[in-house]
DNA sequence: TGCAAAGATGCACACTCTGCAAAATTACCT
DNA sequence: AGGTAATTTTGCAGAGTGTGCATCTTTGCA
């Protein structure tokens, strides 16, 4: 045993270290670049060049050039799937997946320059928001399986009139539909929020806006008066 | 004015009547070419000489390969938009979107054996799952709009007990988030539909599935018991 | 029949992405 | 240290994607 005492900050050997860096400095410079130039605009070439790369190691990090608008937090959807798992038993699914994520946004809000830039860019070209979309698809299928685990664990199990079964296999079909459905909505809540966080000039704060499309979910999307 | 009578059926003149089955063609030749051999190893050759048409051509009726696998119905939208307008007063906007999204499931179904090819296309290969729901996206704008304006001309307003606002602001940024929060997490229950009912091996009814999201998502999605 | 508009096609060209093998870098051992 | 194995980076060749432009064919219409 060494000097491998330090596992809390940059952690992993030199390798690893240097491979995230690499990755970081590649999607940092293809936000950036895209912010200034247009997404449509900006080639691999360019990209590599200003993370001081080669073209193909480019490729060796993304399987598309789209790809690198998209990511730029690797550990996120990790970081996301641990806060659901702490999160206090008494919760409900909805609330504890609700207060994981505003914790998420609002750490990536801080860094507003990089977090802002990124959202300009994908809402510029609403191709590249709907890649964001899919990457986040990818965890969802993880999302689910925490949240299913949580709801095996028994935290908060039926706050309203739990939805009677017909049969044994309807329940089941039911519990493996649930966790997919919620870690799905979840995500989609996320993108109208910033949607039309950013449509709105942001003339509202972004966390309100998230608050209160939870709570239309929460509430089984009542029709709103005329 | 002079024959522009017929509206019901193949309106229009040879030339959009061309269009539309040179389209079509294209996007049913890669939908089975895709079935048989493996979405990747198509090329936009392939696709064209099955449908009769050149490279360039193809190019002109699609801006990106993939996207030849994922429209097949490109009147689809309309229809359900048409549909959320007709739908009886009496149907909070939640249940006129259920009712005419299941009514266009019902009928892309009857086509059966393309429909079932298409989706095992898209389940093969979850990258085009996410350009599908890209093309979703795109007309979920419209839909907003469409319920929107349902939601103006007062269909089953406030079933609920309606939502106390703070402040005339805070009303109207609801009213224009609530319709896009409704078009998009409808959107997603059809995607979590279809992914389970194949997940599944379609032991049970596409519609059944369909009905019981669309159940969870209106009771706002309540724990269920462990 | 003849003219104008729109679509289809071929061609050149830029860009994306993939193997493959060689060179450079890092890890780990004595 | 020094050396070897593992991993990563890189260049190169090549297939495939996507675009602009000029030309040719087909359709719409008088």
Redesign the pocket.
Known sequence: MHGMSEKSAAQG???ER??RA?RAALAEAAVRLAAEHGAEKV???AISAAAG?????F??YF????DAFVVIDAEAGARMRQAVLDAPAALSPLQALREAMAAELAEAEQQHELWRLHARVLHASPHLLVRTLGAHMADETELAEVVAARIRAGGATASAPPPAFATDEERRGALDLYPRLLAAVAGTAVRISVEHWCARQEEAAFLDVFQEVFALLAAGLPAPPA
Chains 1, 2 share one sequence.
């Open positions: 050997g030199l390798r240097k491979k690499t080639t691999v070439e790369v080669s073209v193909r190691t490729f060796n399987d598309t050039r789209d």
